[in-house]
């Protein structure tokens, strides 16, 4: 995990956020229109362009879309180019963390310094009692300090927000470079070691740290042995789980030859049953699928609990933990696509199941992987989206996809994913609208936590199955002839 592959979005990015919960923008239109990222590019650039000297706001909102863009298709310097101008028209604190995160990103000669120069001006009056919506900025503001050089500093704006800070990968990670700085190796174990456990000792960045580390306090021949227990642990946890879902793992590898792990629930009738590939969002754990998938399995279908790269046992030294997608994103969904024919391939050897046509399900964000899936493999001809969270620019070649496919399509949705209802609306217009479905619920929740929640989602879903994807009518026995007399 290196320091630019572990510096994630805070959330997303401010202005993103700032945008979903505002009134559409010229911008934001344009997001579902353009059914390609260059050409998505080419809009917003021209759209900033024509609207600069009359609304520098809207201008800088089409210039952080591009960055977006490019940061996610892998050119942080394009990226740090339009924030630079964006920050040039905007200079609100989301436009502030926009160019540091690309900064940060990019890391070139001098760009930690220009980033806490540019985070300067918004950190917390009084650093030492923040409140948690200024955490994530704090955060970052001490990053860049680490990365300029200045460890005790960034430990001392850390320590008031550890404890928010810590409950998410990249900043036990950042947490622990500040402390392994400062040579205080007992808290970069502690830091470490979930990370460890959670990418099966494969991160080398993180193992590096660790290994260091224990070697500094004498204990490096117990440091293996410890983290292997720890796995351990957490396999025998998974293993009572899939105990009570009647479940198993599966193992098997991408077109490409990476590690990919998979969990796999197989009706014990009929003989040749359909199947489903389930995409299971980063960062949610198996536990949360139990209903969805054992809901799936009662209809009939071979079900496989498909894990992104980066997760569970989709895991390599090239893809560790979720953080590694950053600054790929686009090339990895692409390549998480190609892995459901995998998955489907497993399914057809470990499950005879029946792979002539196929549903596949995204769920949050891996909901454009999913519709990518479809478009890779015509045999994923039936679609669930359940809470899609798309990042603003896959949301038009999402669109397009879906317009071209014309395959049925059933969106799940909660109350919970009020800021994504804009998003289903747009791509349930472009489907087949006699075959396709929108289904809300009023119980709490999102992502697979919703089938927890409400037992008559499940039962909506099995009807629309039936309609969309019937099962072939076995042909009518013809009678057997009477002789004729003689």
Same mark, same amino acid.
């Given at each position: 995990?290196?320091?630019?592959?572990?510096?994630?979005?805070?959330?997303?990015?401010?202005?993103?956020?700032?945008?979903?919960?505002?009134?559409?923008?010229?911008?934001?239109?344009?997001?579902?229109?353009?059914?390609?990222?260059?050409?998505?590019?080419?809009?917003?650039?021209?759209?900033?362009?024509?609207?600069?000297?009359?609304?520098?706001?809207?201008?800088?909102?089409?210039?952080?879309?591009?960055?977006?863009?490019?940061?996610?298709? &892998?050119?942080?310097?394009?990226?740090?180019?339009?924030?630079?101008?964006?920050?040039?028209?905007?200079?609100?604190?989301?436009? +502030?963390?926009?160019?540091?995160?690309?900064?940060?990103?990019?890391?070139?000669?001098?760009?930690?310094?220009?980033?806490?120069?540019?985070?300067?001006?918004?950190?917390?009056?009084?650093?030492?009692?923040?409140?948690? &919506?200024?955490?994530?900025?704090?955060?970052? /503001?001490?990053?860049?300090?680490?990365?300029?050089?200045?460890?005790?500093?960034?430990?001392?704006?850390?320590?008031?927000?550890?404890?928010?800070?810590?409950?998410?990968?990249?900043?036990?990670?950042?947490?622990?470079?500040?402390?392994?700085?400062?040579?205080?190796?007992?808290?970069?174990?502690?830091?470490?070691?979930?990370?460890?456990?959670?990418?099966?000792?494969? !991160?080398? !960045?993180?193992?590096?740290?660790?290994?260091?580390? %224990?070697?500094?306090?004498?204990? &490096?021949?117990?440091?293996?042995?410890?983290?292997?227990?720890?796995?351990?642990?957490? !396999?025998?946890?998974?293993?009572?789980?899939?105990?009570?879902?009647?479940?198993?793992?599966?193992?098997?590898?991408?077109?490409?030859? /990476? =590690?990919?792990?998979?969990? @796999?629930? %197989?009706?014990?009738?009929?003989?040749? =049953?359909?199947?489903?590939?389930?995409?299971?969002?980063?960062?949610?754990?198996?536990?949360?699928?139990?209903?969805?998938?054992?809901?799936?399995?009662?209809?009939?279908?071979?079900?496989?609990?498909?894990?992104?790269?980066?997760? &569970?046992?989709?895991?390599?030294?090239?893809?560790?933990?979720?953080?590694?997608?950053?600054? +790929?994103?686009?090339?990895?969904?692409?390549?998480?696509?190609?892995?459901?024919? %995998?998955?489907?391939?497993?399914?057809? +050897?470990?499950?005879?199941?029946?792979? %002539?046509?196929?549903?596949?399900?995204?769920?949050?964000?891996?909901?454009?992987?999913?519709?990518?899936?479809?478009?890779? !493999?015509?045999?994923?001809?039936? @679609?669930?989206?359940? *809470?899609?969270?798309? *990042?603003?620019?896959?949301?038009?070649?999402?669109?397009?996809? @879906?317009?071209?496919? #014309?395959?049925?399509?059933? /969106?799940?949705?909660?109350?919970?994913?009020?800021?994504?209802?804009?998003?289903?609306? *747009?791509?349930?217009?472009?489907?087949?609208?006699?075959?396709?479905?929108?289904?809300?619920?009023?119980?709490?929740?999102?992502?697979?936590?919703?089938?927890?929640?409400? =037992?008559?989602? @499940?039962?909506?879903?099995?009807?629309?199955?039936?309609?969309?994807?019937?099962?072939?009518?076995?042909?009518?026995?013809?009678? =057997? *002839? #009477?002789?004729?007399?003689?």
């Amino acid at each position: 995990m290196r320091h630019v592959a572990v510096l994630l979005p805070l959330v997303l990015s401010l202005a993103v956020t700032a945008v979903a919960l505002a009134q559409p923008s010229t911008s934001d239109a344009l997001l579902f229109a353009a059914p390609t990222g260059a050409e998505l590019r080419a809009r917003l650039l021209a759209h900033a362009d024509s609207v600069a000297a009359t609304d520098a706001p809207e201008a800088a909102r089409a210039l952080a879309y591009r960055g977006l863009s490019f940061a996610r298709e &892998g050119e942080p310097d394009s990226a740090v180019a339009l924030y630079q101008r964006t920050f040039g028209l905007d200079h609100r604190p989301e436009r +502030r963390i926009d160019l540091a995160e690309a900064l940060l990103m990019r890391l070139a000669k001098g760009d930690a310094e220009r980033a806490r120069a540019v985070l300067r001006p918004i950190q917390p009056v009084t650093p030492e009692l923040p409140d948690v &919506g200024a955490a994530t900025v704090q955060g970052l /503001f001490a990053w860049s300090h680490y990365l300029a050089g200045s460890a005790d500093s960034a430990a001392r704006l850390l320590a008031p927000i550890e404890t928010w800070l810590s409950t998410r990968q990249e900043w036990r990670y950042r947490m622990a470079c500040v402390a392994f700085e400062r040579a205080d190796w007992t808290r970069v174990i502690i830091l470490l070691t979930p990370l460890a456990v959670a990418s099966r000792n494969l !991160d080398v !960045d993180v193992m590096d740290l660790l290994k260091k580390s %224990a070697e500094k306090l004498n204990a &490096g021949r117990r440091l293996e042995p410890r983290l292997l227990y720890e796995i351990a642990q957490r !396999d025998k946890v998974e293993a009572e789980l899939l105990a009570a879902l009647s479940a198993r793992r599966v193992s098997f590898t991408g077109g490409d030859g /990476f =590690p990919l792990g998979g969990v @796999l629930l %197989a009706p014990s009738a009929p003989a040749r =049953p359909r199947a489903a590939v389930v995409l299971v969002a980063a960062g949610d754990t198996l536990a949360v699928y139990d209903t969805l998938a054992v809901g799936l399995r009662r209809m009939g279908l071979a079900v496989m609990l498909l894990e992104p790269r980066g997760s &569970g046992r989709s895991v390599a030294a090239g893809c560790p933990l979720p953080d590694s997608w950053r600054g +790929r994103e686009a090339q990895m969904q692409t390549r998480s696509a190609g892995d459901v024919r %995998a998955a489907v391939r497993a399914l057809a +050897r470990e499950a005879k199941a029946d792979t %002539a046509r196929y549903l596949v399900v995204g769920v949050g964000a891996s909901a454009p992987i999913a519709v990518e899936a479809a478009r890779l !493999d015509r045999r994923a001809g039936v @679609l669930m989206l359940v *809470s899609p969270t798309p *990042s603003p620019v896959d949301r038009g070649p999402m669109r397009a996809t @879906l317009a071209a496919l #014309r395959r049925p399509v059933y /969106f799940q949705t909660g109350p919970e994913d009020f800021t994504t209802w804009e998003v289903i609306d *747009s791509l349930y217009r472009v489907c087949d609208q006699r075959a396709s479905r929108v289904a809300d619920t009023d119980k709490p929740g999102t992502h697979a936590t919703l089938f927890r929640r409400d =037992p008559k989602i @499940l039962e909506r879903l099995r009807r629309w199955l039936a309609e969309a994807w019937p099962r072939p009518t076995a042909p009518r026995a013809t009678p =057997p *002839s #009477r002789p004729r007399k003689g």
